[in-house]
């Protein structure tokens, strides 16, 4: 049986069959879930099963037990994907909903940044969602909203509170999405009022640090009423990318990709080298000057991990 890991919890993954397995089953129904888990051989070749892996698995099922009816299995397959991230763990997505907050906590553009190199390095589209619109502190989030157009994000500005999410329903109706971000920007709260019958579990800010508190503590999809999956991810305040190539830093800041061949010398990291076609292109107001910066940052930083 072919179906999706829509969940993962100590070592059991559960699968959702898909609709033509549902309907060549006598027993369970569309909305009922295999708990599985994975044969000793993933373990062995070191492939772990990520949310949103789509599986072949065989199958029990188990009637009349102290629990009521209930589906067992093993996940026998992986079957290859199209794109994965280790942070969240998750594979085979259509988007990534990058989540921030325009009150507290307050939005850090190096964590939005390292987020964005990671996408564009697993080859995910990234929409920018900035929440609490209705309690924006000032209008200075104004500049950061037409920094990210400028470099050809979609940035949505949205508000659970006032309702103020038709456009992100619009993007993720029939696709397979994930929401990540720090802790406390609402995004379970931005999910429930998109979709009522989640019911997740939403923690209030710290009043004392002005942080998040963490709420979801797992990685699971969950199906849009309207079409298409999410995922809600656990909140995190770093993100490190050692694994990132110093000679391919340059290719995940989509913004430069134009500028591709226009400077004076081949190979041109565009960090000091004279006519470069970014350096220009940022002082000219073509590329968001913050961007750049953040680029230049990460080059120092990769440049200072050591290699073994």
Known sequence: MKGKIIKGIAGFFYVEPS????KLNDKPNNKQ????????????SKQTPLIGDLVEISTTYYEGSEKGDFLQGTIDEILPRKNQLFRPSVANVDQGIIVFSLSYPTIHLDLL???????????????????KLDEAIND????????????????LCT?????HINEVKNILKDK????AGPSGVGKSTLLNTICPNFHLETGKMSEKIKRGKHTTRHTELLNLTFGGYVLDTPGFTSLKFE???????????????QYEGQCKFNGCTHTHEPNCAVKNAVNSGQIYKARYDSYVNYFKELQNIKKW
């Open 176 to 179: 397979t999405s994930f929401f």
């Open 243 to 257: 694994d990132i190539d110093i000679n391919s830093l340059k290719n995940y800041f989509i913004e430069f990709a």
């Open 19 to 22: 609709e033509s397995n549902n």
């Open 113 to 131: 940044d390292r987020f964005l190199i990671m996408m564009a390095a697993a080859e995910i589209d990234a929409i920018i969602v900035l929440n």
């Open 33 to 44: 879930i295999y708990e599985c888990k994975a044969r000793g051989k993933f373990r062995n």
């Open 140 to 155: 200075q989030y104004k500049e950061i909203v037409e920094g990210y157009r400028l470099t050809g994000y979609n940035v």
């Open 159 to 163: 508000s659970a509170k006032d309702g």
